[in-house]
């Protein structure tokens, strides 16, 4: 089994940054993928970025490329999201997961345990 546990949300002025954190713990295996997804309200659970556990390759949605970086710290089994100029329209609900494969998905479906979300609220 594996937990993952998000945090680091919080409100923030437009413009302002966030590092959101995504805690693994449990059964952790060398070979997988760690991805950030977010789901407003009334809509669907996007992708944002996502990072290999062992090559480091990282992935971004168009939205959100050059503002945000993915990171990831192997001795605490973390990963990172960094949020920097951040706009109103990011403001959701940012859940991190695990695909139990060393490639990359963009698709929710390509994931197969998930955190609990953490809240991100960014004011005009």
């Known amino acids: 089994q594996v937990q993952l546990v998000e945090s680091g949300g919080g409100l923030v002025q437009s413009g302002g940054s966030l590092r959101l954190s995504c805690a693994a713990s449990g059964r952790i295996l060398s070979t997988y993928t760690i991805g950030w997804f977010r789901q407003a309200p009334g809509k669907e659970r996007d992708f944002v970025a996502a990072?290999?556990?062992?090559?480091?390759?990282?992935d971004y949605a168009d939205s959100v490329k050059g503002r945000f970086t993915i990171s990831r710290d192997n001795v605490q089994n973390t990963v990172y999201l960094q949020m920097n100029s951040l706009k109103p329209e990011d403001t959701a609900v940012y859940y991190c997961a695990r695909r139990a494969l060393p490639t990359i998905s963009t698709t929710r479906y390509g994931y197969n345990y998930w955190g609990q979300g953490t809240q991100v609220t960014v004011s005009s």
């Open positions: 990072i290999t556990w062992s090559g480091g390759t990282a």
